[in-house]
């Protein structure tokens, strides 16, 4: 009987695989490193003929993602947290017969890098039914040779600020803009040799600077802890 129970399982993926496709093929993304927020569309293709309720899963390779990194997916219903790798049981997407459009945003704060994630569907909420699997290649690039040599020299301190920031070897650092984690700007300042950036204003939490050099081209991005003072 359990044989049965094996053939019919198979014979049942089979059938969804054929029922679902997806573009592009395959599925790569070019980013820089220094962007902060990259779309990257998918958009399956569903040939089912009656409502079916879909559930998606995300699987990191853990040998090669950045721990730095942030990811998020838009499928049909929501848009997802960062980082939650799997959607919600009470909200399944419903496929049918026709295209879907989904998602994939990767937040790479400046680390470059390589990797395959791969977003896997279910028709069940507890996600042992796969149907579908699509990988996703990822490739975080620098902008260019002569600016990561650049701003690999570039240290902000302190960091965690708490009343100001400032930079080392920043010749070529023209403008600084402050980015909250939701990607709003929050301050700017205008940098010169040896400036110290007031933040005291600003709440506790991380936040990202992104500097400019004097062509609005970025030259590096990182992430500023901000604290209390006497934190």
Known sequence: MKYLYLIVFVFISLVSQAQITHTPTPAKMVVNKDSFDVKFTITYKSEFEDDTKIYWKIIKDTTTWKSSWYSYLCDNILCYDRNVDRSSPSVPNTFS??????????QPFGVEGGTIVQLVLYTDRNFTEEIYRTKIYVNVDPTST????SANQIKVFP?????????????????????NMFGAEVKSFFHYNNAQHQIDELRSGMYLLRMFDKNNKVVKTVKLNKIHSGA
């Not at 960091?159 to 010749?171: G, L, R």
Request: hydrophobic share 30%.
């Open 97 to 106: 017969t026709g295209e879907y459009k989904w998602d994939f945003h990767i």
């Open 146 to 149: 002569q600016q990561t040599i």
């Open 159 to 179: 960091n965690p600020a708490s009343e100001y920031f400032s930079i080392t070897n920043q010749s070529n650092v023209d403008k600084i803009k402050v980015y």
